[in-house]
């Protein structure tokens, strides 16, 4: 098994506050402020900001009706959520994790079937999988959209398969064609992992509506964040709209009347009330992150660097800007050092976990992951960038490989 490094990124968990947002400098030289220029990951506290008015508004009508569980905003999230999405259902649930388990529970997926998903992922992903009783299959991922390989599946499936995962990693959706193709021959479901992919397309259709069901994560650093955990499940069968409901609600859709074993899963109507906010203006936030990137290809493109591709089907929305460094590690500290936030997302795969050892795995099982994971650094990425941040960034990357080369 390969080692496993620690490394001193930006955690999620943090607040993320006036200390840390970004500093506008555009007055000064590149070269000369980088002791005391900050430019952050994410920057949550200006994207609220700018939608305070309405925010305050939204949830003080919640205060007002006092309608804090399963209240009128939830329904009304959900109408949208899944119109937006182009699909006939969705059902608000209180984390994106929840979202993907009750998925697989409506479809009855369980004890002796296996679900098939990517070896680059998110633990939550893998661990929704277990959680229901099924087991996890991975196969490697495809270095472009550095989402599943297509070509992987067909030696992946056994008479125990049921289901195919594939995660919509960064905001880059999955080749859902080739993937949707090989399910068919094997009468497999497949589902979406759309937790970082609010709004990205596949061939002009939204993630959200290229699979039997989606799930979505409104954790607060995603492109459509609430105030705290939420998520969604998006389907276009109303069989399965109404198993997740009662799934969600301990297993009852009418009061005291309960027909399914279910779990506290619901969707507080105040995170309802501040997503519907958000949903109004997440086609223009990523816009902006397009923006962003367009900004990074043209200011990196001369550097020591691997960009994010683009696949030809696909309108990404870039939860993440991950760039590959042969000296990551350097990499990051260097950009530390300048008061540029970085993460890695992620350092260490699904099957080098130590949650995951049962699995089976081993170091070189799956090589274009762990490549992945040794060369992978996201830089900052938010709707209220500017081009003055990324240039500074963009120096500081040039500065940092001419150290490198030195040392």
Not at 37 to 56: Q, T
Not at 315 to 337: C, G, I, N, T
């Amino acid at each position: 098994m390969s080692e496993v490094r620690e490394y001193k990124v930006w955690d999620p968990t943090e607040p993320v506050n006036g200390n840390t947002s970004v500093i506008d400098l555009r007055d000064r030289p590149h070269e000369s402020d980088h002791d005391t220029r900050s430019v952050a990951f994410v920057d949550l506290a200006a994207h609220n900001r700018s939608l305070r008015e309405e925010i305050l508004e939204a949830m003080g009508g919640v205060m007002e009706r006092g309608d804090f569980v399963l209240g009128a905003d939830v329904r009304r999230l959900e109408d949208e959520f899944a119109s937006y999405c182009g699909e006939a259902h969705a059902i608000g649930v209180d984390s994106g994790f929840s979202a993907l388990e009750l998925i697989l529970r409506a479809f009855e997926v369980g004890p002796g079937d296996e679900v098939i998903t990517s070896a680059n992922t998110f633990h939550a992903t893998v661990r929704a999988i277990e959680a229901c009783g099924a087991r996890p299959v991975l196969v490697d991922i495809d270095p472009v959209s550095r989402n599943l390989e297509p070509g992987l599946l067909e030696p992946a499936i056994t008479r125990a398969t049921r289901a195919i995962l594939p995660v919509h990693l960064y905001g880059h959706p999955a080749d859902m064609t080739a993937i949707s193709e090989v399910a068919r021959a094997h009468g497999l479901l497949v589902f979406e992992d759309a937790c970082q992919a609010h709004g990205s397309r596949h061939q002009g259709v939204r993630a959200g509506a290229l699979a039997d069901a989606a799930a979505f994560s409104f954790y607060p650093t995603k492109n459509l964040g609430a105030f705290g955990d939420a998520g969604m499940v998006v389907t276009g069968r109303a069989d399965v709209d109404a198993r997740v409901r009662s799934l969600r609600n301990l297993g009852s859709i009418v009061k005291n009347q309960h027909d399914d074993r279910g779990f506290n899963r619901r969707l507080d109507t105040l995170q309802a009330a501040i997503l519907r906010v958000k949903l109004r203006h997440l086609d223009e936030s990523n816009e902006a992150r397009r923006r962003v990137a367009g900004w990074y290809r043209e200011a990196l493109g001369d550097l020591d660097l691997t960009l994010p591709q683009v696949a030809d089907w696909a309108e990404p929305v870039y939860h993440l800007y991950v760039v590959e460094s042969e000296a990551r590690d350097d990499l990051a500290r260097d950009l530390e050092e300048s008061g540029i936030q970085t993460g890695i997302h992620y350092p260490v795969p699904i099957h080098l976990q130590p949650a995951f050892r049962s699995l089976g795995h081993a170091d070189g099982d799956f090589p274009v992951s762990e490549a992945l994971a040794r060369r992978i650094l996201s830089l900052p990425m938010h709707p209220d960038l500017t081009p003055d941040d990324v240039g500074y960034v963009a120096e500081s990357i040039r500065r940092s490989q001419r150290m490198v080369g030195c040392r």
